[in-house]
Structure formats: structure tokens, C-alpha cells
Nanobody
Framework: QVQLVESGGGLVQPGGSLRLSCAAS????????MAWYRQAPGKQRELVAT???????NYIDSVKGRFTISRDNAKNTVYLQMNSLKPEDAAAYYC?????????WGQGTQVTVSS
């Protein structure tokens, strides 16, 4: 059974930092492209950052220079380090795993940015 379990969300003040984690099980993690998506209330889910099996990363413009995606294949875990958080970063953040044959989603973790 495939599971993607996110953790690390919470309430943070503007300018603060959070690190999200996504622990994967039931897949050969190192073969998967991993990503973080987010969805704010009333908005479409958007891709935030991706990391390939080889470690190549990509980000949407609004988080470049503030967010860092990384992976630890030994721990089957992908991370999203989020710095200088803004109110517009508040959303449910979802972990995503993809190969050419399979797509899996986590259940989401909530990030709230408020003073």
C-alpha cells in the first residue's frame, strides 16, 4: 500500500520559516519525481516545487529564493524548506509522487501565515 504522509505544517508569523516533510512508503522512492503542490481556499491547486530522481529542482516564480525542495532517498522523504513566509503562502500543501506509470498524493498539511 502506497502512502505519502506529510508533516510540519502549522501557524507561523509572516517572515517565519517552516519545513515540511513527506515520508513515502510502498514505492521505490528513488525512481519517483517528487513535488509539492498547494491549494488555498477558493483557488486551484498549484505546483510549487519539483525535484527529479536525479535531484534537479524547479520552482514557481513566487517562491524562488525562499523555498527549497530536497530529498533523502535513504529515508524515502522529500522536504520543503520554506523561509520568509508571506500571507499568500498560506494553503494546504500536498506531497506528490510521479513516474510515467503512477501518480500518488498525500493527504495534505496546512500552513497558516498570520500575525
Amino acid at each position: 500500500q502506497v502512502q505519502l504522509v506529510e508533516s510540519g505544517g502549522g501557524l507561523v508569523q509572516p517572515g517565519g520559516s517552516l519545513r515540511l516533510s513527506c515520508a513515502a512508503s510502498g514505492i521505490i522512492f528513488r525512481f519517483y519525481v517528487m513535488a509539492w503542490y498547494r491549494q488555498a481556499p477558493g483557488k486551484q491547486r498549484e505546483l510549487v516545487a519539483t525535484i527529479t530522481s536525479g535531484g534537479t529542482t524547479n520552482y514557481i516564480d513566487s517562491v524562488k529564493g525562499r523555498f527549497t525542495i530536497s530529498r533523502d532517498n535513504a529515508k524515502n522523504t522529500v522536504y520543503l524548506q520554506m523561509n520568509s513566509l508571506k500571507p499568500e503562502d498560506a494553503a494546504a500543501y500536498y506531497c506528490y509522487a510521479r513516474t510515467t506509470e503512477n501518480i500518488y498524493w498525500g493527504q495534505g498539511t496546512q500552513v497558516t501565515v498570520s500575525s
